[in-house]
């Protein structure tokens, strides 16, 4: 049997155990890494189907940037699009002292424009698997993103053993249209609804079924879609770091015949699970499917080839079809089971000082369909926040700052709201400074009845502690006697499940206004985020 692992737009650093191993400890100093990006259009066929995609030096996904925990990143990226801004983000990174580097079109940058070029520059301050992301419009789904590489420094390990072969498997959703056809739908009157993805892509590769379509739109023969293969030695052990930057898909993901061992999640170690030693033989399916939402979607797969089986080799079985895509249960369970490692335990502070219950909603604003919390839909000023907070502009955004709860004693979360009216802001979230802030996702229905949607939640700028999960209504006065205060595992994403609740919590101790949003793309672009500001009297002048 094995184990299903759900990755949606977190990261989980994984073991696969097949016999006995040793320790590879890689000794560097810290080092400057430069790197200058062309971000450009280009003609690729990911699934086989050409379209024109966003690419970094003519590649997507883009390269790997490698370092070691404390090392310098210099990314010069240079906009040669023609009609598109750029901005990257760094996610995971968590920009102490550096928050104009966190990569985020209306908060601490305004976007590179065509032509122009942006340095970034930062310290990758802790180990693990990170990645990196369009932050601009729903831009990411065009194909800007990768993975950043952390390890250790010298004189620390990890608290696992693998052989010296370390892989990374990404998973992402494919769209056939344009950014700009995507963003168009997202934001009309009235409203037209993307639909499902055409592909899975496992490490940019997928095969779509091109039916009566000419081989000058769609060719199966085409080498950008063979299939992913990933070569393994029996006998040896290895660490692979898969991530999931899908635009809208929650994703499982399985190796056939084999049980995952998950060692870290979001750049922190966890307890790990049990492995299983698989037959040898010959090669085996990887697969991800569609989770959260009833799957239009035909599964991702990949080639798990067993060296000295040739890497393209079909595996003889039929690939396995991953957990059922409404089990919400068996997906809050996984969330539970993930602790912190024993060695590795970072304790949260007892208490709180303040907590703040959002209420995840479907909305409208004058006929658009938007995503709002505690019946707020928030908008980015064409002013980035941290620019103006810094030079004391006030008329840029809202100074009332949002609702910090909702009525949770009458409201009915299974659904459809009696009143689907919402309210526009640009206002954030006011911190102290170095405070203990609690927040709790609330789920409810959508505007769609019987239906409430999985939200994987990012917390720029900051890891939480993930306290609890729950079915249902979050009751104020005897779920937070369930909060897991002896070893929660730190975070910066976290999903929010159907008609569920997330309970977080996390010390504001990072001077700057930092993005809490829906990392599922058409979300966030339709209003599914709120800031926080603590200290950001703190933060130096923007660069030049």
Known sequence: MFELLQCRKSLMIIFLALKFFFMFISLSEARVHNYTWDITYQYKSQDCYKKLAITINGMTPGPVISATEGDTIIVNVVNKLFMENVAIHWHGIRQIGTPWMDGTDGVSQCATIPGDTFTYQFVVDKAGTHMYHSHYGVQ????????????????????FKYDDDDHSIVLTDWYHSSSYEEATKLTSVPFVWIGEPQSLLVN????????????????????????????????????????????????SFQIEGHNLTVVEADGQYVEPFVIKKPDSSRNYWMSTNV???????????????????????????????????????????????????????????STSDKVILLLNTQNTI???????????????????????????????????????????????????????????????????????????????????????????????????????????????????????????????????????????????????????????????????????????????????
């Not at 990411?140 to 608290?159: C, H, R």
């Not at 095969?207 to 080498?223: A, F, Q, S």
């Not at 939200?455 to 720029?460: F, K, Q």
């Open 140 to 159: 990411k789904e065009s194909g800007l993103y990768w993975l950043i590489k952390v390890t250790v420094p010298a004189g620390k390990s990890d608290p």
């Open 204 to 251: 940019g590769r997928g095969k779509y079924d091109c039916g009566n379509l000419t081989t000058n739109v769609c060719d199966l023969t085409n080498p950008e879609c063979v299939p992913y293969s990933l070569t393994v030695v029996p006998g040896k052990t290895y660490r692979l770091r898969i991530a999931s930057l899908t635009s809208l898909s929650a994703l």
């Open 291 to 349: 989770v959260g939402r009833k799957p239009q979607t035909p599964p991702g797969l990949a080639i798990f080839n067993y060296n000295p089986n040739h890497f393209n080799k079909i595996p003889p079985t039929i690939p396995p079809p991953g957990p059922a895509w409404n089990d919400t249960k068996s997906r809050i369970n996984q969330s539970l089971a993930i602790k912190a490692h024993r060695v590795f335990i970072q304790s949260p502070p």
């Open 366 to 544: 004058q006929g658009r369909t938007r995503w709002s919390l505690n019946n707020v839909s928030h908008t980015l000023p064409h002013t980035p926040y941290l620019i103006a907070q810094r030079k004391n502009w006030t008329d840029v955004f809202d100074q009332t700052p949002p609702p910090e709860s909702y009525d949770f004693q009458n409201y009915d979360i299974y659904n459809v709201p009696g009143n689907t009216n919402s309210t526009s802001s640009t206002s954030f979230y006011r911190l102290e400074f170095n405070s203990t802030v609690d927040v709790i996702l609330q789920n409810s229905n959508t505007m769609n009845v019987n239906n409430s949607e999985t939200h994987p939640w990012h917390l720029h700028g900051h890891d939480f502690w993930v306290l609890g999960y729950g079915d249902g209504k979050f009751n104020m006065s005897s779920d937070v006697k369930w909060y897991n205060l002896v070893d929660p595992i730190m975070k910066n994403t976290v999903p929010l499940h159907p008609y569920g609740w997330t309970a977080l919590r996390f010390r504001a101790d990072n001077p700057g206004i930092w993005l809490f949003h829906c990392h599922i793309e058409a979300h966030f672009l339709m209003g599914m985020l709120v800031l926080f500001e603590s200290g950001s009297e703190m933060v130096g002048e923007p660069p030049q």
